[in-house]
């Protein structure tokens, strides 16, 4: 019914569902500690897997086909599912909020009966303060679909206050949850609850750190054996009570009895405890399986889920030949009938659309920026989405105030969140990494909260950088395979509408497709040079229009400037001055968000493949068409000027960037080994 999980402080984080049979489960057991365990897991039939039990009955198959193959069939009554639940009490009151996730998991896979192991309130109290707790209990537990049975923990009958009852809360307890102890029969199987918390008879006094107050009483003792034997031609009987007495220490060794009249009743097949806080499986012990739960609600340190310490619930499938258990983690289990085709699609939605920002911030040497950056978010899906938005934890080398933001939109909304960022100097050399946010998105339903992967996106900055100085020698990039330099999306402001890319380039060798300079993934521009054949390719009107003239080919070991135009209505290569294609493209450009790449084309993911392997130089990207007609004359140095919203001369790196000469300060960030060398 419910996805959403438990609060931060009480979820499992834990991603795979602990499955345990009692055949894996020795390898992590810890052994009771006073008395000898018989670990017989590989002889004792209840404790492999089987084959279940089929059948070949004709009347209850149906086909019009024919067939050699007998299909067989499950046994119709073959077997039957209960759950476990943990304790509830020992910690903060927002527990109550796990049991609620518990029972709404459980609703999904509508076991038999649900079973607990006591401490369900957290009691230690009067009847004043134990009442609206037991209430409390009682309403989330009545949720269930199934019955549910009690067992008491010390916590549910451990008296603190003015006029203690002889028996403490005893009464109240049997007044509404149930007998202390008692027993049922339900589908060839028998279930007992036990009383762990007697104590002294006579003086009423109770405790678990004290063996003496840890007895069970012969009354008890001889109602357990009477059940027993009531029970002795069914299939299996499983106990609970609280306290796990077989761990002994300061339960003393009075379990041992206990445990020898399971072992003669014969068919005893499992024992389930709990009051640790924490998963532990104690057998098979003589054909018993014993088995501690950890919590559902009650105070967990979490200090490894894998191992147990987790809010959980136990599933128990039972068959005639075998008992197959399993923990499974609350919160965990999704409701398949939530996750509807519009949730699906907005999702997708979601995923697919970034945070948009519309305002880049001078980054100063000292590193303190010139205005908030603005992160734009829109939900574009039907629902409501709660957003986070924070500096990814990673990033060690920024702060933001505030340093995180929570808000939900609504079905088409749109949110600016301002970040205040500064970049820590650690040293002399200034931070010339981009500020990685994270973007956190939750989609609510009416019945459920679904988590949207978390994203990470640089943060658009312009880092304040000395212009280098001309260098004696001219220098250019020398690029190879994983080799190049690249300049984000949102650092280009290039608005719809004519435009020109060039470069001069020296080729050393050609590839079968090979990006010259590049962002086109189904969308976007470049330049390409695959083979050796120059063209220039726009995305306009729905389509890429890369008119190539397959008789032109770049010349290995000499330098050519290459040029790209789009002028709104053709779009045209030029190679050293001279129109080597054209062709009709009219229409708006479809842009994407993917980086620059110079040396290859981009990947979906933003790196660079169909790499160039040469030098080039002299990059320049304009918001005009700067070329027209059959030639020109191109500048073996390209200059910057108000048309230009990129200008790379690759005189030297500023860290890891080569500067660019223009308004845009979009300065290109090096990967791989990409050098200069000098441009001969």
Known sequence: MLLRKPTAAFTPTCALILSVFALLAPAFAQQPTNVESTVEVHRHPHYQPHPHPTTHDATRFVTSRSSEIKLPLPEESDAFTFAVFGDRTGGP??????????????????????????DLIQGYNDTAAWMPQMQE???????????????????????????????????NFEMHFGPLWYAFEHKGSWFIALFSDEGNPDTGEKSFNEPELQRMSPEQFEWLKSVLEKAKSADHVFLFLHHPRWLGRNYGDDWEKVHQALVGAGN??????????RMRYDGPRDGIEYVTLATVGGGQSGLSEDAGFLHHYNLVTVRK???????????????LRDVTGKVSEDIQRIAATPPDFPRRPTVATDGSTTSPTVVE????????????????????????????????????????????????????????????????????TDNARF?????????????????????????????RDGEYVAVQDQAINL????????????????????GLIAKTQGSDYGIFVSGGIPYFTVHIGGNYVQPTDLNTMLEVGSWQHVAGVFDGKAVRTYVDGKLVSSGPGEGSRRTNRLPLIIGGDVDGAG???????????????????RYSGESFVPQRRLASDNQTVLMLNFDAFVGPLAYDESESMAHARRYGDAKLEPAK
């Not at 608005?495 to 090979?514: H, I, N």
């Not at 790196?607 to 068409?625: N, W, Y």
Request: proline share 9%.
């Open 93 to 118: 009151p927002e527990g109550i909020e796990v049991l609620k996730q518990a029972v709404s998991d459980t609703n999904l896979f509508e076991p038999d009966l649900v079973m607990t192991v006591g």
């Open 137 to 171: 209990y009682k309403s989330v537990m009545g949720k269930l679909l199934c019955p549910w049975f009690p067992v008491a923990g010390n916590h549910d009958v451990y008296f603190r206050g003015e006029n203690r009852p002889q028996r403490q809360h005893e009464a």
């Open 268 to 277: 005893v097949r499992a024992v389930f405890a709990g009051h640790i806080h």
């Open 321 to 335: 030949q075998q008992i197959a258990m399993a923990c499974v983690p609350v919160g965990e289990v999704m409701n």
């Open 377 to 444: 978010l829109f939900n574009p899906s039907s629902r409501p989405v709660e957003y986070e938005v924070s500096l990814a934890p990673g990033d060690t080398n920024w702060v933001s105030q505030p340093d995180h933001i929570h808000h939900t939109l609504y079905a088409g909304q749109r949110f600016s969140v301002p970040l205040k960022l500064k970049a820590l100097r650690r040293s002399e050399v200034p931070v010339y990494e981009a500020p990685q946010l994270e973007l956190r998105a939750d989609y609510l």
């Open 451 to 479: 988590s949207v992967k978390e994203r990470s996106f640089a943060i658009p900055v312009r880092f304040e950088l000395p212009q280098p100085a001309v260098a004696a020698e001219d220098l250019a990039l020398r690029v």
């Open 495 to 514: 608005p719809d509408g004519p435009m020109t890319l060039e470069c001069w380039c020296k080729p050393s060798s050609f590839g079968q497709r090979v």
């Open 607 to 625: 790196g660079a493949v169909s790499p160039f392997d040469g030098l080039i130089d002299s990059v320049r990207l304009s918001k005009v068409a």
